[in-house]
């Protein structure tokens, strides 16, 4: 396993078979595919940094986005100490945050956590994947599935992976072409409003 705190990746070369299960990169034009850069210590998160993490939270959010915050709209005041939290968490064994940027700017990013009980350790939890409005379409999230997929495999040595999804979202599918597999709802566990209750959809990719 590599040490540095932050891993930049190119796709356009790394990314040629197990880290491309399903095809997906192939399809994006040259030379518009995210450069991805791995951070695995809060130490190595810039102050631009982290501003461009909280102002791509508030923007996915309040443009509808599931992304950890349900109640849309969403404030700076609200966002930064939730990301300072995961940021002081990260820890080369338990969580990893990875981005992706086109030119230095934050187009999108990720959080790849597993438990440190050796009950669970053998798996690993996807959150808050996301991707800036601006860069919809470009194929910013599936490039960070792929990438944390084979963070999760060739480093952490997980064998499997878990997230929950907000039903009624279309993230089933989008999970689904990148070779994840539902294996339980819990039904109406997610009430976003008097009027619109969802299920919680459960998700797993094994193996790596």
């Known amino acids: 396993m590599r040490s540095a705190t932050a891993v930049r990746t190119s796709l356009s070369t790394t990314h040629a078979s197990m880290s491309d299960p399903v095809g997906m990169l192939p399809s994006m034009a040259h030379g518009s595919v995210p450069d991805l850069v ?18 791509c939270w508030i923007a996915v959010t309040n443009s509808g986005g599931a992304a950890g915050f349900p109640f849309p709209p969403v404030r700076e005041d609200e966002v930064a100490p939730v990301t300072d939290k995961l940021l002081g968490r990260l820890h080369p064994q338990r969580s990893r945050l990875i981005t992706a940027r086109f030119d230095d700017v934050l187009a999108g990013w ?9 009950l669970v350790g053998h798996w690993g939890t996807v959150n808050h ?9 470009r194929g910013v999230g599936s490039a960070l599935m792929i990438d944390l997929r084979r963070i999760a ?6 064998e499997q992976l878990h997230l929950a999804a ?22 109406g566990a997610l009430r976003l409003a ?15």
Do not use: K, S
Request: charge should be negative.
């Open 38 to 55: 791995q951070i695995t210590d809060a130490h190595a998160v810039t102050p631009e940094l982290r501003r461009q993490l909280i102002e």
């Open 110 to 118: 990720v959080l790849l956590n597993r438990d440190p009980y050796p």
């Open 129 to 137: 994947l996301q991707t800036h409005p601006e860069f919809r379409g």
């Open 153 to 158: 495999c060739d480093e952490l040595e997980l």
């Open 166 to 187: 907000r039903g009624d979202e279309g993230l089933e599918d989008f999970y689904g072409r990148l070779g994840w597999r539902e294996v339980g709802r819990w039904p």
């Open 194 to 208: 008097p009027h619109d209750t969802r299920d919680e959809v459960l998700m797993l990719l094994d193996p790596l």
